[in-house]
């Protein structure tokens, strides 16, 4: 059964549109919380948000939902996504939820919500909260006496900034580095620039002035050259890059050079190997990750496991089997040891506790494997509208993957956060570029149709 609200990543559109209104907000606050209210007593649930102007709306609309059905309301501010995580599991809330589109640009939002263990729900409870919001909510509401209250929480950037310092070692000391961070104008802007300068770094910050409208706008993890020149510019040692909600992290070298979420994982994994902290010789990524990583990883005895896009999935494999390192190519970084959820702030932290260690240049430790060529195109698509399910589509993958053989691999498959189709290939440089354009060409045209 598909679903009518929520996508890879909880609930996301362009505001002011299906499914990003009030009405659905509030409607998604007075669900979410008939579900997670499940006992006598008081009942909470913790709300952050990212910088975008229609945050205020979004949050407005779920706190009215949300009291509406008697439960409590804590209030963080702009917050990134990894504290809400990380706060609605150390406040001991029944649901956490945060208000982003994550890298997106600001007139999209979007809603995550987490359980009370601070992770993100399952398919089958967002299919329940979905069943309950087409359905009479007003059967549910609380009585008068028995409505939520809503409260602003004060300290909730001072608490997350303490449990980031914590994940650091306590031997070690960022006093002789000089780092830029990137906060993408988003939910990071105060507290990454203020806990790496507490660990002693000598903190250049940028896109730390949200108005709004800004947010991901030419900065942070989605455009990451803007970094690449401060880093240079002032001769830094290491350029970190967040997304809008600050679960995403891309690196730069003192030389320029970007460093993607494959290659920190390869970084981590081999480093985790050497100490003993990597529980199992296995990691997990997606489909999306670079073919050099696995072979890379192979090389060293570690395994990867492979699952569809999104850091949810990841995170779902690996409490199923107990690894604890994986992520995306994208940035995002999913370490249980330190956090439920991907944490861009954290996962750079480990970066630079191994730089620290190693006594290397970033340049030396980063590039780790040489990854294989990769093509990545996306074709945008109207709402509504299934180019994949047709049979030129279908018969156009097929020539594809043929011609490929077994010299590289394919991939195609429709966004979960956005109105598009992304198809990527690997191998020979010339011929994924034939196989992209003519598994694209395939795709516009059905489109159109």
Known sequence: MGKKYFGTDG???????FPMTAETALRLGMAAGRHF?????????VIGKDTRLSGYMIESALVAGFTSVGMDVFQFGPLPTPAVALMTRSLRADLGVMITASHNPYHDNGIKLFGPDGRKLD??????????????????????SDLGRAKRVDDAQAR????????FPRT??????????????GAGYKVAPTALWELGADVIPIGVEPNGFNVNEECGSTSPARLSKEVVKFRADLGIALDGDGDRVLLC???????????ILALLAGHWQDVGELRHPAIVATVMSNLGLE???????IRLERTQVGDRYVSERMRETGINLGGEASGHIVMPDYSP???GLIAALQVLRVLGESGKRASELLNVFKPAPQLLQNVRVEKGKAPLETESVKAAIAAAEEKMGDAGRLLVRASGTEPVVRVMAEGDPKLIRVVVEQVCAAIETAARS
């Open 37 to 45: 209210v499940r006992h006598s007593g008081r009942h909470s649930v």
């Open 160 to 167: 997350y900034v303490e449990i980031v310092k914590s994940s």
């Open 11 to 17: 609930v996301r559109g362009q505001t002011n549109a």
């Open 341 to 343: 959820t991907g944490d």
């Open 123 to 144: 398919d089958r409870t967002e299919l329940r909260i979905e069943d309950l919001m087409d359905g009479s909510l007003s059967e549910e509401l609380a009585s008068p």
């Open 295 to 301: 072979q890379y990883l192979s090389q060293r005895g």
């Open 172 to 185: 070690q000391s960022l006093s002789n580095l000089r780092l830029v961070v990137d906060c993408a104008n």
């Open 253 to 263: 070298d003192e030389k320029g050079r970007v460093i993607d979420g494959d290659q």
